[in-house]
């Protein structure tokens, strides 16, 4: 209901709520996460002011016994009006304290922001769980977070920093995630079933896996993500179809089973998967781009440097070749082997021995992934390549033709511009 002033008169409008919010905090309202989302309803904010929350309580999990969170998001906002959890500034920190599954956590709920927290020191060990864990829901945000210090079991496929198993029309981004589980920790971003998820700018640093979906989780777009340090695969997509994985920066050096990006049928017998993989930038990995099964699936305009294969196709032993792949207009500098099986599904317009002149200097990825003005890479990408946006935020195509790699380059006029935008990565929108 809406309460408009007609002079001195007071009236109602149906139809409409009054959002509220709700504060949170030492000397505020409440004292507890859980205790002003429990007063919530739809379309208000839950605004939690800086200091360190412990409070937890236990909640009904379908996966694993003995759930537990910080938060338990028990209840749904509305198309239009959802629920907003929201950190008023930095230092508003969720600490697990080693023992607790979850900061967040909630099943079958809709229309939930999760924006700007600190999330430390969950212990997902012997769970399937995440340390932001909404299952079986329909359209979340979760944005903006920091997440680190994971406890976890090594090299496990379904403890994760953000859980987003069998999620609908969801967004993800601007999360950065640090699992700091020496040698490696939890898996950065995991899916599961679900559909038409936006995974956008987010930092991952030190997982086991950057970025895995799988099992029928599809119509994906993963875009713009920095992940590094990661074990074993930078971007997995296993069993799905029409994944749209661009503008990423995958980095590793050091460890020797690494890919950058993997598409794979593993369990499934899927026809026409369909996945695009463009503009991506793959450093230093032992394959690039790992393909498995793959049908109708392309890779254009990537830059792949100083990984030992550039591309490859059925490297496991029994798994089924590709076919029907397309791989063009890509650029191949220090790499051993461009192709192991794959060589057949090249294009005529791919740069062999190339090097892309990156800046390479100052942060990774941005500015250090940046073209140099004399850069190879710049107006020989894909002409039939769709305009969109890189990186940081850039239209593209700047000139007469898409670039190469995750980052357009730039005339002097517009840099000033792109530099602006390209800020706004590392903090709050």
Known sequence: MIRVWLGAVLVWLPGAALAATLEVGPGKTYATIQAGFDAAAAGDTVLVFASTYTDWLGYTNPYYANANTIVHLDKSGTAGNPITLRANSSGVILDAQNVRDSCFAGVSRSYIVIDGFECVNTNIAGTLAGSINPLNGNVFTIQNNTISNIVSDADHGDQTAINIQDLDNSLIRNNTITPSQAPYGAIGIRGSGGASNTIENNTITGSWLGIYISQNTNDYIIRNNSISGHKLHGIWIRDCVRAKVSYNVVENTGAADSTGIILLDQYEVIPNE??????????????????????????????????????????????????????????????????????????????????????????????????????????????????????????????????LGAFEYATAAAAGTIAVRGMMRGGRR
């Not at 695009?276 to 099964?293: A, K």
């Not at 220090?334 to 791919?350: C, I, K």
């Not at 940081?392 to 033709?401: F, L």
């Open 274 to 403: 369909n996945h695009e993989v463009y503009n991506n930038v793959i450093r230093g990995t032992q394959q690039g781009i790992f393909l498995g099964d793959q049908d109708g699936s392309f890779a254009r305009n990537n830059i792949f440097m100083g990984t030992v294969w550039g591309v490859t196709d059925a490297w496991w032993n029994g798994f089924t070749p590709s076919t029907g792949v397309v791989l063009d207009y890509n650029l191949f500098y220090s790499v051993t082997n461009n192709y192991y099986q794959a060589s057949g599904f090249a294009g005529t317009h791919n740069l062999y021995a190339t090097n892309p002149l990156f800046l390479a200097t100052g942060n990774k990825p941005n500015p250090y992934y940046t073209l140099q003005a004399a850069s190879p890479a710049i107006n020989v990408g894909d002409p039939t390549s769709p305009a969109g946006t890189d990186f940081v935020g850039a239209a593209t195509p700047q000139g007469g033709q898409m670039d």
